[in-house]
T-cell receptor, first 109, second 111 residues
Framework: QKEVEQNSGPLSVPEGAIASLNCTYS??????FFWYRQYSGKSPELIMS????GDKEDGRFTAQLNKASQYVSLLIRDSQPSDSATYLC?????????FGAGTRLTVKP | EAGVVQSPRYKIIEKKQPVAFWCNPI?????LYWYLQNLGQGPELLIR????????DSQLPKDRFSAERLKGVDSTLKIQPAELGDSAVYLCASTQGDEQFFGPGTRLTVL
């Protein structure tokens, strides 16, 4: 079992829709959780961090964390073509950062 | 504030040749990471430094890979000799607290 698992996709949504990205992790003692966006040919860019159970909203992005279920998600509201990228889930335990393989999102105009 | 700096951005070498990558983290960031990323995969840790100490190098192929961070600031990752399977993007990242920031990466092609 991989330490951090994501739906590989690709996920395709129409412009203006909600995109939902999911991630599960295996290490119960993980402390902090992150979503990175990676455009093709570019390096990962941090877009959201979440540390406690519940929701965290930042603009069109909402991260959700459920530690009991070892589940993290990212919702993108009003999706735009510029949101088309690969989204990486990352899980941190004492600076030991583990990444999922990423979900490729395409937002169609 | 300057971000994580890496050089070179691209490198093409023939197999069995040596290659080195350089990284300068964000000023004040004590933790530095080297990752390898293959197409369609997430970054995979090669080595993590806390200041000048390598605290996790369990995934570093030590027969051909080496790294150093002598003064706890910039770092060099070396491969000698390179193999065809080493073709990938090599990413450097640094953290202060929990949030990790990546450099632009070095795309290595081994022919």
């Amino acid at each position: 079992q991989k330490e951090v698992e994501q739906n590989s996709g690709p996920l395709s949504v129409p412009e203006g829709a909600i995109a939902s990205l999911n991630c599960t992790y295996s290490d119960r003692v993980s402390q902090s959780f992150f979503w990175y966006r990676q455009y093709s040919g570019k390096s990962p860019e941090l877009i959201m961090s979440i540390y406690s159970n519940g929701d965290k909203e930042d603009g069109r992005f909402t991260a959700q964390l459920n530690k009991a279920s070892q589940y993290v998600s990212l919702l993108i509201r009003d999706s735009q073509p510029s949101d088309s990228a690969t989204y990486l889930c990352a899980v941190n335990n004492n600076n030991d950062m583990r990444f999922g393989a990423g979900t490729r999102l395409t937002v169609k105009p | 504030e300057a971000g994580v700096v890496q050089s070179p951005r691209y490198k093409i070498i023939e197999k069995k040749q040596p290659v080195a990558f350089w990284c300068n983290p964000i000023s004040g960031h004590n933790t530095l990471y080297w990752y390898l990323q293959n197409l369609g995969q997430g970054p995979e840790l090669l080595i993590r430094y806390e200041n000048e100490e390598a605290v996790d190098d369990s995934q570093l192929p030590k027969d051909r890979f080496s790294a150093e961070r002598l003064k706890g600031v910039d770092s060099t990752l070396k491969i000698q000799p390179a193999e065809l399977g080493d073709s990938a993007v090599y990413l450097c990242a640094s953290t202060q607290g929990d949030e990790q920031f990546f450099g632009p990466g070095t795309r290595l092609t081994v022919l």
